[in-house]
C-alpha cells in the first residue's frame, strides 16, 4: 500500500492563481481530511469528508473548495490564491467506523507559497 | 471545544525515558485522549490513543490520570529518531460519525545524542 499521496510536492503560485492540489489514499478509508500547517503552528482542518459525494467545512474553510467523487480522491482547489495561503498542506484519512480507533494516517504534504 | 495544554519544549537524553505532559482539565466523559507526533518535514502519524485506562503499545505508554484531567506519554527509551514535535489530542465526538482532531502547537522534544 502507498497509504496516502500528494501531488505536488512544492508549488509556487502568482497571487490571484488557482490550482487544485490531489490527494489520493488506497486503504480503502471512507473519512478523507485537508489540514493546513503554518510556520511553528500546529494543523488547522480546512475540509473533511466521511464519504464520497458527502463534504464538510473545517476551522479554516475560506478561500478553498473540495469535493468527493471516489472513495480514493479528495482535491483541494484554491480558486484565487492569496499570500496567506502559504503554508504546508496536509491531507490525511481515517478508516472513520464508529470505533474508538479512528487512526489518521497523513500524507507528505505539499508546500505552497504565494507570491 | 475541549483543550489540551502542553508545554513548548522538552529536552532528554539518548536512550533515557521521557515524560511528555498534557492538561486537559475540561475534558469530558466521552472524550479520547489521543497522541500524534511529527518528525521534521513529515505529516504527523500516530502514537497512541486511551479513554480511562493507561494504554501501552510499540511505540509508548500512555497513562492517564483518574479524574482523566491530565495524561502523560512515555517514551521508555529515547533515540535521536524520537526528536519531533507531540500532539496531545481530545478527540471530539461532534455527533453522527465525525471524529475530528484539533492540533494545537504540541510539545517539541529535543534528544540529545
Known amino acids: 500500500n502507498a497509504g496516502v499521496t500528494q501531488t505536488p510536492k512544492f508549488r509556487i503560485l502568482k497571487i490571484g492563481q488557482s490550482m487544485t492540489l490531489q490527494c489520493t489514499q488506497d486503504m480503502n478509508h471512507n473519512y478523507m481530511y485537508w489540514y493546513r500547517q503554518d510556520p511553528g503552528m500546529g494543523l488547522k482542518l480546512i475540509y473533511y469528508s466521511v464519504g464520497a459525494g458527502i463534504t464538510d467545512k473545517g476551522e479554516v474553510p475560506n478561500g478553498y473548495n473540495v469535493s468527493r467523487s471516489t472513495t480514493e480522491d479528495f482535491p483541494l482547489r484554491l480558486e484565487l490564491a492569496a499570500p496567506s495561503q502559504t503554508s504546508v498542506y496536509f491531507c490525511?484519512?481515517?478508516?472513520?467506523?464508529?470505533?474508538?480507533?479512528?487512526?489518521?494516517?497523513f500524507g507528505p504534504g505539499t508546500r505552497l507559497t504565494v507570491l | 471545544d475541549a483543550k489540551t495544554t502542553q508545554p513548548n519544549s522538552m529536552e532528554s537524553n539518548e536512550e533515557e525515558p521521557v515524560h511528555l505532559p498534557c492538561n486537559h482539565s475540561?475534558?469530558?466523559?466521552?472524550?479520547?485522549i489521543h497522541w500524534y507526533r511529527q518528525l521534521p518535514s513529515q505529516g504527523p502519524e500516530y502514537v497512541i490513543h486511551?479513554?480511562?485506562s493507561n494504554v501501552n503499545n510499540r511505540m509508548a505508554s500512555l497513562a492517564i490520570a483518574e479524574d482523566r484531567k491530565s495524561s502523560t506519554l512515555i517514551l521508555h527509551r529515547a533515540t535521536l529518531r524520537d526528536a519531533a514535535v507531540y500532539y496531545c489530542i481530545l478527540r471530539e465526538d461532534s455527533g453522527g460519525s465525525n471524529y475530528k482532531l484539533t492540533f494545537g502547537k504540541g510539545t517539541l522534544l529535543t534528544v540529545n545524542p
Open positions: 486511551g479513554l480511562t
Open positions: 490525511a484519512s481515517s478508516l472513520g467506523h464508529a470505533t474508538t480507533y479512528n487512526e489518521q494516517f
Open positions: 475540561t475534558i469530558s466523559g466521552t472524550d479520547y
